[in-house]
């Protein structure tokens, strides 16, 4: 890896670690979301009718991939914003450290705890729904197309939604507001994940293999145009290009 | 490097306001160069400009080697190191853990960062203090590690922007005293700064600026170039009629309580003459000296107008 987007990445990985509000709301949140859509599954019986439990897994799905979409904004709404309140986004930009690094370094120190907190609770729950569940449940949770959705979409879908908090947070003169316009930002993506979860729109291999290479290409072009936003003036002055 | 910076008409508007206009000047590589002006004369917007951090409306500038331009900012900041006003350190991370971030940043490899941090830090005097929390630093502490981060990447030229702002006397004066630890280093180094004597006690040349640039030179330089040379007097009571005691040196004016200026081309020979006219006039010499004008004088001469205007 590159060294000064390594040396972004480790920085904002500490800075994160010794963060309470970053360190609680990564692990309470996922959680708070999550509990009861598995609660739900595991009060299934037997005879549970084929459209409840296909619902109920439905739901439980969703909320592993959309969890990758909603936790990045809290961190991402903070990373240019934030530094510039506390004073130490001047520093760093008087360094040769290109503006793409930067960006692509504060984007990877979300992405990283993001997805691994996404696949820690998928693994977390398939081993509840295999041991507390009945077989059904499990059958619809654990299948190779389930599998595979999730080690895919989930780091797309999370790293789309960091560049939109990235984005959002370079344009923004107070923490708050980013983070919560990021959030809103990425609400109409969590419908389509729903749309597909739920089962409205078939989620083929043709349209999961479609909407993966859709998302590499969003994913590249939300950097660089995040990398164009990152103006060392306007950042500093309010004036500038773009 | 004869010069480790050039402006050349540097212009520099934010909408409709003129932060800074047609600033010309040379810092020669190995000075310490004072920029002075009141708040808001266009110190650190000139930094900023000079850093590649924000673009010039117009004019062109060179710092170490490099010209000031979007294309070659990185190559330019590569050798340049900048202190900003506050020091910016992430407080919830250890002197070490800040350092080595823009050691990072500035690409010094890994197999070289504890020596070049160990280095940083025992300049600033802060050797063996890298595990402590920079949140629990003190104020004059925390610009000390900012001091050390710009000396990480042993830069050509330093920019420090007023680094001694909200210190009090004593961390000041250390800060103060590293500043001229530089300058043996080899360090040029641009300081902005609105503390008169530090720029006096530090800087080979000064600059003072209001938007525009109002002069150029060393402090000796500016004193000789706004004030004529004079002589102080003092006697011991009021003389009866100074007119005849000093039209004959040079003008006069009475400065009250028995004291009295007098404009003098050459104060060395006009000294004797001075002392022989007030002794002939029956009045008792207590104070015969060169009148000096501090930095102070030349700062107010030439921004105190501007300043009393602009209330």
Request: neutral net charge; charged residues 20%; contains cysteine.
């Amino acid at each position: 890896m590159n060294p000064r987007i390594g040396a972004v990445m480790r920085k904002e990985l500490r800075e994160y670690r010794r963060n309470k509000l970053v360190v609680g709301t990564m692990a309470t949140l996922p959680a708070m979301f999550f509990v009861l859509p598995l609660i739900s599954l595991l009060a299934l019986g037997p005879g549970t009718s084929e459209p409840t439990m296909k619902g109920a897994a439905g739901a439980a799905l969703l909320w592993l991939l959309i969890m990758p979409l909603l936790l990045p904004p809290i961190v991402a709404g903070y990373a240019v914003v934030g530094e510039r309140d506390q004073g130490t986004l001047e520093p760093v930009l008087t360094t040769p450290v290109r503006r793409e690094e930067l960006v692509l370094g504060k984007a990877l120190a979300v992405l990283i705890p993001t997805v691994g907190v996404a696949y820690a609770l998928y693994a977390i729950f398939l081993v509840v729904v295999r041991l507390r569940a009945v077989h059904e449940a499990w059958r619809l949770v654990s299948g190779p197309g389930q599998l595979i959705a999730l080690a895919v979409f989930a780091p797309l879908l999370a790293a789309f939604s960091i560049w939109v908090g990235l984005a959002i947070s370079t344009r923004s003169s107070d923490v708050r507001v980013a983070q919560q316009l990021s959030a809103f930002a990425v609400l109409p993506l969590v419908g389509l994940v729903a749309l597909f979860t739920f089962r409205v729109v078939s989620p083929t291999v043709r349209v999961a293999v479609f909407g993966a290479l859709l998302l590499v290409v969003l994913d590249v072009g939300a950097w660089r145009i995040v990398s164009r936003l990152f103006d060392r003036e306007r950042l500093l002055t309010r004036y500038g290009r773009t | 490097m004869d010069q480790a910076i050039r402006a050349e008409g540097l212009t520099k508007r934010f909408g409709p306001r003129t932060a800074v206009e047609n600033v010309t000047f040379d810092v020669p590589a190995g000075e310490v160069f004072g920029f002075l002006g009141p708040n808001g004369a266009g110190k650190t917007t000139t930094v900023r400009v000079l850093s590649t951090l924000i673009r010039p409306t117009s004019g062109t500038a060179e710092v170490a080697g490099v010209p000031v331009a979007e294309e070659t900012g990185e190559e330019l900041r590569r050798r340049i190191a900048v202190m900003t006003e506050t020091p910016g350190l992430y407080l919830r991370l250890t002197v070490r853990d800040n350092l080595e971030y823009f050691a990072g940043l500035y690409g010094i490899p890994r197999r070289n960062l504890d020596g070049r941090i160990d280095a940083s830090l025992e300049a600033v005097g802060l050797g063996g203090r890298h595990d402590e929390r920079a949140g629990a630093l003190s104020k004059g502490l925390r610009q000390r590690v900012g001091l050390a981060r710009a000396l990480l990447s042993e830069p050509q030229v330093l920019f420090l922007d007023e680094p001694t702002s909200g210190l009090d006397p004593v961390a000041s004066r250390e800060v103060r005293e590293l500043i001229d630890g530089l300058r043996d280093r080899g360090v040029t180094v641009f300081l902005t700064t609105h503390r008169l004597e530090e720029a006096e006690r530090l800087c080979d040349r000064i600059a003072i600026l209001n938007t525009t640039l109002r002069i150029v030179g060393s402090p000796e330089e500016l004193r000789r170039r706004l004030f004529s040379s004079a002589l102080e007097v003092r006697t011991s009571a009021p003389l009866a009629d100074p007119a005849a005691v000093f039209d004959g040196v040079g003008r006069w004016e009475s400065l009250g309580d028995s004291s009295y200026r007098v404009q003098v081309p050459e104060p060395e020979s006009a000294a004797p003459l001075v002392a022989r006219a007030v002794v002939a006039a029956g009045a008792g010499l207590v104070r015969l000296a060169e009148a000096k004008h501090s930095l102070e004088d030349v700062y107010l001469e030439l921004v105190g107008e501007d300043v009393e205007a602009a209330r």
